[in-house]
């Protein structure tokens, strides 16, 4: 089944203690990308990569790293995580840049 | 950077009126998508469109990519309890490496 998976679905922890929400996609697609969805702002990406190797930032990377070293993965970094990080996260990719496809995402809690 | 106004953002109706949601922008898009997130899940992709002025059927959804190229509809037509959720529309500006998504419309049926 083609699908974008996510780990962990929940996480709560504590301001300062870094964590690592990995995705993973077996579609073969180039392109991936995070997202935090936040009540009445939307979806607002993070970082994407339109290849391996290749990452660029996306509106709100302030916080966050990420790395693809292969294809079909794309995890997201949080080296001292903070309050206002608590939101939704959703990992995507896609073929190309458009027609993405949602994982099912993260909620994070940052304490 | 780029922008999308989308509404509104909520409506609250009866079982099988019908809908009509709105994504707006000051800037130029090529490409325009409208999403679904069920509570709880990610969104999924429901309708693309590629061209100014294309009009496209998804089943009880029609969506329309404006002759401006700055905006874009999307219909539902006879609701039904299933539709409930949260729909964003999405979009590709000239010359972007990313898509940006609109605020959402929560839509709540009656029934």
């Known amino acids: 089944e083609a699908q974008v998976t996510q780990n962990p679905r929940y996480l709560i922890t504590v301001t300062g203690k870094k964590l690592t929400v990995t995705c993973s996609q077996n579609?073969?697609?180039?392109?991936m990308s995070w997202y935090r969805q936040d009540p009445g702002l939307g979806l607002r990406q993070i970082y994407y990569?339109?290849?391996?190797?290749?990452?660029d930032k996306g509106d709100v990377p302030e916080g966050y790293k990420v790395s693809r070293k292969e294809k079909r993965n794309f995890p997201l970094i949080l080296e001292s995580p903070s309050p206002n990080q608590t939101s939704l996260y959703f990992c995507?990719?896609?073929?190309?840049?458009?027609?993405?496809?949602f994982g099912p995402g993260t909620r994070l809690t940052v304490l | 950077g780029q922008q999308l106004n989308q509404s509104p953002q909520s409506m609250f109706i009866q079982e099988g009126e019908d809908v009509s949601m709105n994504c707006t922008s000051s800037?130029?898009?090529?490409?325009w998508l409208w999403y679904k997130q069920d509570p709880g899940e990610g969104p999924v992709l429901l309708i693309a469109l590629y061209k100014a002025g294309e009009l496209t059927s998804n089943g009880r959804l029609t969506a329309q990519f404006g002759i401006t190229r700055k905006d874009s509809f999307l219909n539902i037509s006879a609701s039904i309890p299933s539709d409930v959720g949260i729909y964003f529309c999405a979009g590709q500006g000239e010359g972007a490496q990313k898509l940006v998504f609109g605020q959402g419309t929560r839509l709540t049926i009656n029934p």
């Open positions: 800037s130029i898009f090529n490409t």
């Open positions: 579609m073969n697609h180039e392109y």
């Open positions: 990569s339109m290849n391996v190797e290749v990452t």
């Open positions: 995507a990719s896609s073929p190309g840049l458009n027609e993405q496809f």
